[in-house]
T-cell receptor
Framework: GQQVMQIPQYQHVQEGEDFTTYCNSS?????IQWYKQRPGGHPVFLIQ?????EVKKQKRLTFQFGEAKKNSSLHITATQTTDVGTYFC???????FGAGTTVTVRA | DTGVSQDPRHKITKRGQNVTFRCDPI?????LYWYRQTLGQGPEFLTY????????KSRLLSDRFSAERPKGSFSTLEIQRTEQGDSAMYLC??????????????FGSGTRLTVV
């Protein structure tokens, strides 16, 4: 099945800075799920977005679903070393995952 | 602990041997999924169950792989005649049916298989 495109594949961030990772689709999505996988760990569900233009926040993480429901973003403010890991998005209850965005932090 | 449990955590086996992994999902979840993950890659879908019915199986999955969920609760994944290319982390996840509020998978900690 068609997978979403996650951009960038790798993100190197200075501690304390902000960054954004994107999940893009050529087709309109009904929903999107975000997961985080720490190095050596397993994926952990973060959030689901369903509504057009929806914005949800979890502390320093802000998730957004585009108005056209074709893309989603995850914005992290004041990056910390605990943010290290790979962030995956999953679209439309699909069974497949992409390669994700792998985040490393420079202290 | 009400999470997803996988057993064993690690398995080292010789090429050609059979191995079996077990997954105990969250009891309220009727869907159970098996994934395989290698270093630097996202989880690769293998198969999934809704209750005891196996609804989908990846075309990439060879006949050496088989999964069961006989009573709609725990599941087993068996790999026959293991090959070195089977070395990976095998992840199990469970979920409620799609459409529930804040739907998402709960993954177990995985079984790391090493074929020598």
């Amino acid at each position: 099945g068609q997978q979403v495109m996650q951009i960038p594949q790798y993100q190197h961030v200075q501690e304390g800075e902000d960054f954004t990772t994107y999940c893009n689709s050529s087709t309109t999505l009904s929903n999107i799920q975000w997961y985080k996988q720490r190095p050596g760990g397993h994926p952990v569900f973060l959030i689901q977005l369903v509504k057009s233009g929806e914005v949800k926040k979890q502390k320093r993480l802000t998730f957004q679903f585009g108005e056209a429901k074709k893309n989603s973003s995850l914005h992290i403010t004041a990056t910390q070393t605990t943010d290290v890991g790979t962030y995956f998005c999953q679209k439309d209850y699909k069974l497949s995952f992409g390669a994700g965005t792998t985040v490393t932090v420079r202290a | 602990d009400t999470g997803v449990s996988q057993d064993p955590r690690h398995k080292i086996t010789k090429r050609g041997q059979n191995v079996t992994f077990r997954c105990d999902p969250i009891s309220e979840h009727n869907r159970l999924y098996w994934y395989r993950q290698t270093l630097g890659q996202g989880p690769e879908f293998l198969t999934y169950f809704q209750n005891e019915a196996q609804l989908e199986k990846s075309r990439l999955l060879s006949d050496r792989f088989s999964a069961e969920r006989p009573k709609g609760s725990f599941s087993t994944l068996e790999i026959q005649r293991t090959e070195q290319g089977d070395s990976a982390m095998y992840l199990c996840a469970s979920s409620s049916p799609p459409g529930r509020v804040n739907y998402g998978y709960t993954f177990g900690s995985g079984t790391r298989l090493t074929v020598v």
